[in-house]
T-cell receptor
Framework: GAGVSQSPSNKVTEKGKDVELRCDPI?????LYWYRQSLGQGLEFLIY????????KSGLPSDRFSAERTGGSVSTLTIQRTQQEDSAVYLC????????????FGQGTRLTVV | AQRVTQPEKLLSVFKGAPVELKCNYS??????LFWYVQYSRQRLQLLLR??SRESIKGFTADLNKGETSFHLKKPFAQEEDSAMYYC????????????FGKGTLLTVNP
């Protein structure tokens, strides 16, 4: 079937607004990862889900960031009161399970905060 | 804590020259190591993993536990190898966090 799908592809928002980024993993994949990709910083780990639970939230940069996953499928990353430093490409990846080593990436959401 | 270090942000070589992209890691257990690649305007994708001991597109990488390194090598670079390369580490046991380095942009010149 289809690969990992992220929406929107691009999002421009005003500073202070809230945004929601969506990730549709590959069907049946239980592990889901969120990363932030910015110039010079590489891939910054944000959060990881196994099913609906998040064993590791250590990468969320502040309490303005939150993520949830429902039904073991779709995940939403929410950024409240966006700041200019939040501008980046947000990548989602899924994997069949934690013991399966390959992660499949989406095309990303490019977030620009103006 | 798990950490991946790629010391070179940029690497430029000529076609046909050997190339080595460096990766060092820090992890207390037995990690799994990977190389991911992102070609221009394409998604990030897996290139190879250490447990498979495979050669993909002429690239190989050997896990050196003594030096905690997982350098990516190719004897003869091709122009189509130009891309962003990321080294990644996945913890073992109950830790399945996948951590990436900051990446190395490889440019192969004609």
């Amino acid at each position: 079937g289809a690969g990992v799908s992220q929406s929107p592809s691009n999002k421009v928002t005003e500073k202070g607004k809230d945004v929601e980024l969506r990730c549709d993993p590959i069907s049946g994949h239980t592990a889901l990862y969120w990363y932030r990709q910015s110039l010079g910083q590489g891939l910054e780990f944000l959060i990881y889900f196994q099913g609906n639970s998040a064993p590791d939230k250590s990468g969320l940069p502040s309490d303005r960031f939150s993520a949830e996953r429902t039904g073991g499928s779709v995940s939403t990353l929410t950024i409240q009161r966006t700041q200019q430093e939040d501008s980046a490409v947000y990548l989602c990846a899924s994997s069949p399970g934690p013991r399966v080593t390959e992660a499949f990436f989406g095309q990303g959401t490019r977030l620009t905060v103006v | 804590a798990q950490r991946v270090t790629q010391p070179e942000k940029l690497l430029s070589v000529f076609k046909g020259a050997p190339v080595e992209l460096k990766c060092n890691y820090s992890y207390s257990g037995s990690p799994e190591l990977f190389w991911y690649v992102q070609y221009s305007r394409q998604r990030l994708q897996l290139l190879l993993r250490h447990i498979s001991r495979e050669s993909i597109k002429g690239f190989t990488a050997d896990l050196n536990k003594g030096e905690t390194s997982f350098h990516l090598k190719k004897p003869f670079a091709q122009e189509e190898d130009s891309a962003m390369y990321y080294c990644a580490l996945k913890g073992g046991g109950s830790n399945y966090k996948l951590t990436f380095g900051k990446g190395t942009l490889l440019t192969v010149n004609p």
